[in-house]
């Protein structure tokens, strides 16, 4: 490529972008100033059932592959282990969820992820119904991905700014390209601070318990997600107003409430975090070029389904950005033109 490229941020959304450009051999360099790291909180589960309505969770087919294929490549060129492939258990909370997702088995969309378990890992948790068994690769170690990613781009010559990329500084450098992954902290972008983000802070607790024996994950209202040595990462909580990646006593007595109503036994909570999910407005990623400076770029709004979007999205991405391929139009930043239009309209009226 002509111009040099520079990824703005590095967590899932530029690590997995910094991944698709070196398996390209393409050249980059990375900022990242290390503010605010949602990745950093995530369990980075990977749920392909959609339980409130019992549906598969958008474009799953696709991109469930995709992350697999990408996390145990990742795996073998960082010789460490990502993937912890465990299940995600489902206790019903009436004899009908038991009876729907039964049904749901019978069908052939659906024959690969439900199952039914009756697994003995389930002492001391309130499951009076039955257990629904979910099929994925569970979930990623999300900081040790971007810790090993990070050195192995490091020792592999790539230049990795621990600092913050002014914006103003990209727009004049029309000869380079700038590919913005600063998850929330977009909405401080002025190039790309038009598109619709609803930003979602959320909370998670780690517990330590020695009445549970868990070995897979359990979800019902909230996810529990086996660490070793009798530790659980417990969550998440949603909320719409904080905008700040604050630790909340709210946050905390409802993860608590909820935990108690599920679990038979005392846990002890050992810490608490909190991050901000960069979600928008219509649950879609924003990848695409500005609609005027044809340098700067986007891959964000990866929202609260990071780990499964970003690898097929990344490598759609760099497609995109090294061989002109077109972007699909659901995930296109073209779909928000009139917001544009109208925001460069309110800055002339101001
Ligand atoms: C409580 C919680 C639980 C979650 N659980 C899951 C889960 O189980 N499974 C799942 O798939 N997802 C989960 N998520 C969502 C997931 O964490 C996000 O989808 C993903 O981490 C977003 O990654 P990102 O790279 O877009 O943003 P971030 O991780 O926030 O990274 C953005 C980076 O850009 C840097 N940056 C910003 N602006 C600049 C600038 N101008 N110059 C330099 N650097 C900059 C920031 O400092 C930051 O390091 C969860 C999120 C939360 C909060």
Redesign the pocket.
């Known amino acids: 490529m002509k111009h040099q490229i520079n990824i703005?941020?590095?967590?899932?959304?530029?690590a997995t972008l910094a991944w698709q450009f070196h398996f390209k051999n393409i050249p980059f360099k990375i900022?990242?100033?290390?503010?605010?790291?949602?990745?950093r909180?995530?369990?980075?589960?990977?749920n392909p059932i959609v339980f409130k309505r019992l549906t598969k969770s958008w474009n799953i087919d696709l991109l469930l592959p995709e992350a697999f294929d990408f996390y145990t490549r990742i795996e073998n060129t960082l010789k460490t282990k990502l993937i912890s492939g465990k299940k995600i258990l489902y206790p019903f909370t009436t004899k009908e969820d038991e009876n729907n997702w039964s049904v749901k088995m019978g069908d052939d969309r659906f024959r690969n992820y439900l199952n039914h378990t009756n697994s003995a890992e389930l002492n001391n948790i309130h499951a009076p119904n039955g257990v629904g068994l979910v099929n994925t690769f569970g979930?990623i170690d999300t900081n040790l991905f971007l810790d090993l990613s990070r050195q192995y781009f490091l020792s592999n010559g790539i230049e990795f700014f621990t600092e913050?990329?002014r914006h103003e500084n990209a727009a004049a450098n029309a000869d380079q390209k700038y590919i913005f992954?600063?998850?929330?902290?977009v909405t401080e972008n002025p190039f790309f601070n038009y598109l619709p983000m609803k930003p979602a802070h959320?909370?998670?607790l780690i517990i330590q318990t020695d009445g549970l024996e868990l070995i897979n994950i359990l979800s019902k209202n909230l996810f529990l997600l086996p660490l070793g040595n009798n530790k659980y990462k417990v969550?998440?909580t949603y909320n719409w107003e904080l905008k700040k990646p604050i630790l909340t006593e709210e946050g905390k007595n409802d993860l608590t409430e909820r935990l108690k109503h599920l679990l038979q036994c005392n846990f002890e909570i050992i810490s608490h975090q909190a991050?901000?999910?960069?979600a928008v407005a219509d649950r879609r990623p924003l990848l695409g070029v500005h609609p005027e400076k044809k340098n700067l770029f986007i891959f964000?709004g990866?929202?609260?389904?990071?780990?499964?979007l970003a690898p097929y999205y990344a490598k759609h991405f760099a497609d995109f950005l090294a061989e002109d391929k077109t972007l699909d139009a659901e995930v296109n930043i073209t779909r928000f033109a009139k917001r544009y239009r109208k925001s460069l309209l309110d800055k002339k009226a101001l």
């Open positions: 703005i941020g590095f967590g899932l959304a530029g900022y990242d100033s290390g503010s605010n790291h949602c990745t909180t995530a369990a980075g589960l990977v979930n913050e990329l992954c600063e998850g929330v902290a959320g909370e998670t969550g998440a991050g901000i999910r960069p964000n990866l929202g609260t389904k990071g780990v499964l």
